[in-house]
């Protein structure tokens, strides 16, 4: 059965699956956009006596965190059901849900350590968001993702760093999901002339405190290993054919 959640005690239920880095991006969305504000949708599958999987669905994308014990056909069929532009979970969920995956990687985690480096800003202005919005290349318009990472800064569920020089921000890297002691990397960039100098090093070894996991690119393997990451998992995505 897959239930609604609908209020803050429903809610606490979804703690339980703060194990991996999907449960993370779902428990640290709960926190930033509760079920009450009804801008994202969160769903607690029960099967038999065990909560066996979460959902989350924000403007078409879809975050699932499973057990082994999920039922998955019923997965399957509310998906398809509910609609979506893509989906992001573990690699073995592809295979269970019977769907096919458009891209996959390694799941990294770094145990929690202490803050290795302090020379770096935070944005502060819209103009800093911007100038960051840019240097990730992201697709799609300003407005919508700004309100969004503005949000869960503000709401102590992300966390951005930047570097400049020369009057510009050329490097930066964010915690995208926080949830408790736990938290997901994300967003890291460095502007391609400045390459080479450890900036972005600099930046990811800033975040202290946290057990942190990243959803890395295999070209990107080698060098998240080399500043302390291990695999732990294999994601997947799963987009709407």
Request: aromatic share 10%; proline share 2%.
């Amino acid at each position: 059965m897959l239930k609604l959640i609908e209020n803050k005690e429903e809610a606490e239920l979804l703690e339980e699956f703060c194990e991996d880095s999907f449960g993370i991006n779902i428990l640290s969305m709960l926190k930033a956009y509760p079920p009450e504000m009804d801008i994202c949708r969160y769903w607690l599958q029960i099967t038999g006596d065990y909560m066996t999987a979460a959902v989350c669905s924000y403007e078409g994308e879809v975050v699932i965190s499973t057990t082994l014990k999920a039922d998955f056909e019923e997965l399957r069929e509310f998906l398809d059901a509910l609609g979506y532009s893509n989906i992001l979970c573990q690699a073995r969920d592809v295979v269970s849900l019977e769907m096919f995956a458009c891209g996959c990687g390694q799941v990294l985690r770094k145990e929690k350590a202490d803050s290795q480096n302090d020379a770096y800003e935070k944005p502060e202005t819209a103009a800093d968001y911007e100038e960051v919005y840019k240097l990730l290349d992201i697709k799609g318009e300003f407005d919508p993702w700004f309100t969004d990472i503005c949000r869960r800064i503000n709401c102590g569920t992300a966390d951005m760093r930047i570097i400049r020089k020369d009057g510009k921000i050329v490097s930066t890297a964010s915690l995208l999901h926080i949830a408790g002691d736990k938290a997901v990397l994300g967003a890291v960039a460095t502007d391609k002339e400045y390459r080479g100098q450890g900036l972005a090093t600099s930046l990811v070894n800033s975040f202290g405190g946290y057990t942190i996991y990243l959803r890395c690119l295999p070209a990107l393997n080698a060098f998240y290993e080399r500043v302390g990451y291990k695999c732990v998992d294999v994601w997947a995505e799963i987009k709407n054919r």
